[in-house]
């Protein structure tokens, strides 16, 4: 990761600077003569980015930092000298960002640093550590400056390239160009794990490929001095847009002035509409657009005018945004308080660091929330800014528990893919009857103009408009026919010239069916080395479904004790898990495949490919000798349904909800071996145990229809267990069933009878009951819910779960104790005390007694020998 010449290596703090200012002092003395022919050339190129409001990009490479930091600090300071020619003397801001725990990283940063500080009149520069560059997200630059020598992060290039506004330059610091393919980086080495000690070296050759197959960019080498790429992008001229405000608008004339398109303009008007009653139960504005066309915004200076509206007719507005992350809605917030500025409204600013958390004045508070919260609060108007981003279900929670909402989404971009948003979730939306739905299209860029060269770029090298196949009649006809191929790909193939039209259908089916892609995911997807690829094709070659596994487990002795006790591994998930919650060593000495992700073509889902997917992976892993395959994901019932039904048995859940897309983690696991089969099957049986046993604390929220999912699936916990209940118990639960008492006074009873039922579950000695009385018995009386909300899960009225909780509670006690409402009722007081006396405390269910001489026998030979 740190590559520095020797000369460098015991530099001090000092030393770095006394060498910056020398350079400073002597730049042309540091770059190669070679790269004044490339500043020709970019000197029309900078030329036509200003008149054409576009961005180009220069890679400056090598292997010595002061050489490479040297030709940056002179493209700086020649960018300026063109800017100041065209358009007189105005500051352009620069930001510099680079990882400040390597040598050589602070050597380029304090050259470039001191240079434009003697040199440069217009250039206001700001340096960061990439940890911190979310904050700059929403803000606008001039130039870019990435040191990407130590660390290629592709969420790092899709995050700040978007910054630079139109006219501006991006410079890219990089290895030197011969070994940059396999550079070790950051990102790299954390994708090591045991067992796999090299990477792939496959995304950077991607990356260098798309470099040079676009224009716009331009390539130099300070090794040899020379031009690799100097290929421009042809002038677009542009006419200025001239943005039109609407005559009548109910918010104030200053707001709409910040708009800086009419797409920003037209936004803000559909917003007003939340100002009115919805005509409907509830009124949803669907925002969508490309990354950089300044949705945010709009939608927050919007914000502002309806606060400062609805406040005097309602007294106090409480506006509730929520996003993935809190970065993701900080450009939202910077253009809130420009408005409210703009307004001269006072407002506090609440923070968290140095992220904006919430906005409070007079009559009003906009405040940002984690996604899974936002179903329970009260809030006058929602906003929800990159849903794209956010599980489908939870979406489905804020979109029903809210009267008025906003949804804003972006359909490419790192931030996540917005037409699994638009297949999956606005159909929901537009076939309520019960939601009044507007939708608004932004396509205007709002730091640059379209066409931009380097965006075009972007999302090519980070597949951010990445699509599957369009599937024709014949390919419908080959689904009909089950005419699948399993496929295993080369990742070094599929990213290359002849691969990527398949490596564009792979990702562009994970982009649809998966609720969260960044481009951190075909970094990992190329490099990771203990990453495999498999697919399903159709005979027309196209792809409908995509398969990411990882290698996991082989761990040895050393490493399973560390875990044991608490320690962690990098990858190896299911290894880890099972081992630090079942406590079994063979869990991490056996080897598996985890299936990171699973995704069918969402035009033809739920036809039995991912099913014939499974079955081949399976088999594949047999083969190898692998010992199991199993996968970890948000867990909901339609999801969990479709393991289950493949095979896969649940054997740990998370305690906690995952913040963002509001589900728990599930594990599942499919044994290949026998041994592995044994112990999945105790895992099982474990899981379940501890999920009946927390279902009135960590999981009380979770669905019930989930919990029933995973009682019923494998065998019973345990073989033989009854009901533990004492005569008084059974006679109170007579008189709930049939007389006065309440459920509320007989709970204790019917959470042992219920328990005793899923313990036993299948072998429930002809107990059964129906779905429904299923649901009640885990949400009322496990989960200890409300009878509004267990009454609201079954689409019923309270009452209706009242009664038929009693005829539940009727058919245990004529099942299990032959009680009905003609039994004789009360106990005699020696009775009871005799039992109590004996130690006989429990009533022993009725098909305990009338065993036969031999079973008692065998009962009490089995009790012997377990005594033994």
């Known amino acids: 990761m740190e590559s520095l010449p020797a000369e460098y290596s015991e530099l001090g703090k000092k030393d770095i600077e006394n060498l910056a200012k020398n350079v400073a002092e002597e730049l042309k003395k540091y770059v190669p003569s070679s790269f004044n022919k490339l500043l020709r050339k970019l000197s029309k190129a900078i030329e036509r980015a200003i008149v054409s409001r576009h961005r180009r990009l220069l890679v400056v490479t090598g292997t010595d930092p002061v050489e490479v930091a040297a030709t940056v600090a002179r493209a700086l300071l020649f960018y300026e000298r063109v800017y100041r020619r065209l358009k007189g003397k105005e500051p352009l801001p620069l930001l510099y960002v680079f990882h400040d725990e390597f040598k050589d990283a602070k050597i380029r940063k304090e050259v470039v640093k001191r240079t434009l500080k003697a040199q440069a009149d217009m250039i206001e520069y700001t340096i960061a550590r990439y940890e911190e560059s979310d904050r700059y997200l929403g803000t606008t630059f001039k130039l870019l400056v990435m040191d990407l020598v130590n660390d290629l992060k592709p969420n790092d290039v899709g995050r700040l390239v978007g910054i630079v506004e139109g006219g501006g330059l991006i410079v890219f610091m990089v290895p030197p160009w011969s070994k940059w393919d396999k550079w070790i980086t950051i990102f790299k080495q954390n994708l090591v794990v045991p067992g796999y000690n090299e990477p792939r070296h496959v995304f950077i050759s991607w990356f260098k490929r798309k470099l040079l197959d676009h224009k716009g960019i331009f390539i130099f080498d300070t090794d040899d001095g020379e031009i690799i790429k100097a290929d421009d992008y042809p002038l677009r001229r542009r006419t200025e847009q001239k943005i039109e405000i609407p005559e009548k608008t109910e918010f104030p004339r200053e707001l709409y002035e910040l708009a800086l398109t009419q797409d920003q303009v037209n936004v803000i008007k559909v917003l007003e509409s939340l100002l009115e009653k919805p005509k409907k139960k509830r009124r949803a504005i669907i925002i969508t657009s490309d990354r950089g066309r300044g949705k945010s915004g709009a939608v927050g200076i919007a914000s502002i005018g309806l606060a400062a509206r609805l406040r005097k007719e309602l007294g106090r507005v409480r506006i509730v945004v929520t996003a993935p992350n809190l970065s993701n809605v900080q450009s939202f917030f910077t253009l809130a308080l420009k408005a409210a500025e703009k307004l001269e409204l006072k407002t506090h600013i609440v923070r968290r660091g140095d992220n904006i958390l919430e906005i409070h004045g007079k009559g009003f508070s906009i405040e940002y929330w984690e996604p899974i919260h936002v ?119 599929l990213f290359s010239p002849e691969g990527e039209k398949t490596l564009r259908q792979l990702f562009g089916i994970y982009v649809l069916a998966h609720y969260r892609n960044e481009p951190d995911d075909l970094a990992i997807l190329a490099d990771a080395p203990h990453h495999i690829i498999r697919g399903v094709r159709l005979p027309s070659g196209k792809i409908v479904c995509a398969l990411q596994i990882a290698q996991e487990g082989g761990l040895d002795d050393e490493m399973v004790e560390e875990l044991l006790r608490g320690g962690k591994t990098p990858g190896n998930i299911i290894p880890d898990r099972t081992l630090k919650h079942l406590r079994v060593r063979e869990f991490g000495h056996a080897r598996g495949w985890r299936i990171v992700r699973i995704a069918t073509h969402p035009e033809v889902q739920g036809r039995g490919i991912g099913s014939f997917a499974l079955e081949k992976v399976y088999e594949e892993a047999k083969e190898l000798g692998l010992d199991w395959v199993g996968s970890g994901f948000g867990v909901n019932e339609q999801l969990l349904k479709f393991w289950v039904k493949n095979g896969f048995y649940p054997v740990h859940m998370s305690p906690d909800r995952n913040p963002v897309s509001g589900e728990y983690t599930i594990l599942v696991i499919k044994p290949i071996t026998e041994t592995m089969t044994r112990l999945v099957d105790i895992a099982n049986r474990e899981f379940k145990r501890k999920l009946l046993e927390s279902l009135h604390d960590p999981y009380r929220d979770l669905e019930p229809e989930v919990a029933m999912l995973i009682l019923k699936t494998g065998n019973p916990i345990f073989d033989n267990y009854y009901p533990a209940l004492t005569p008084i118990q059974v006679d109170r639960l007579w008189i709930y069933a049939y007389g006065p008492m309440t459920y509320e006074a007989v709970a204790d009873v019917l959470h042992e009878l219920i328990r005793a039922y899923w313990i036993m579950y299948p072998k429930t000695k002809g107990l059964s009951l129906s779905k429904k009385e299923e649901y009640i018995a885990i949400s009322k009386v496990l989960q200890g819910r409300s009878w509004d909300s267990v009454a609201e899960g079954l689409h019923t009225r309270p009452h209706s779960v009242m009664v038929a909780l009693k005829e539940l509670a009727r058919k245990i006690l004529k099942h299990y104790y032959g009680k009905d409402s003609e039994s004789p009722v009360g106990i005699p007081a020696e009775s009871i005390i005799s039992t109590y006396e004996a130690q006989e405390f429990f009533v022993k269910p009725r098909q305990l007694q009338h065993k036969s001489r031999s079973e008692e026998q065998s009962s009490i030979d089995d009790a012997n020998e377990r005594e033994a």
């Open 375 to 493: 179903p329970r609060l009260k809030a006058d108007i929602v906003i929800v800014d990159e849903a794209a981003g956010m599980h489908i279900p939870l979406l489905h929670k804020i979109w029903r528990s809210h009267r008025k909402l906003v949804f804003a989404t972006t359909i490419h971009g790192y931030e996540g893919a917005g037409r699994g948003f638009s297949v999956r979730f606005l159909p929901a939306l537009k076939n309520d009857p019960n939601t009044e739905l507007i939708e608004v299209e932004m396509h205007e860029p709002i730091r640059y103009a379209e066409d931009d060269p380097i965006e075009r770029w972007l999302f090519d090298a980070l597949l951010l408009d990445a699509e599957p196949a369009e599937l024709d009649e014949e390919d419908l006809k080959a689904i009909e026919a089950k005419q699948f191929e399993y496929v295993k790909f080369e990742p070094r193939e």
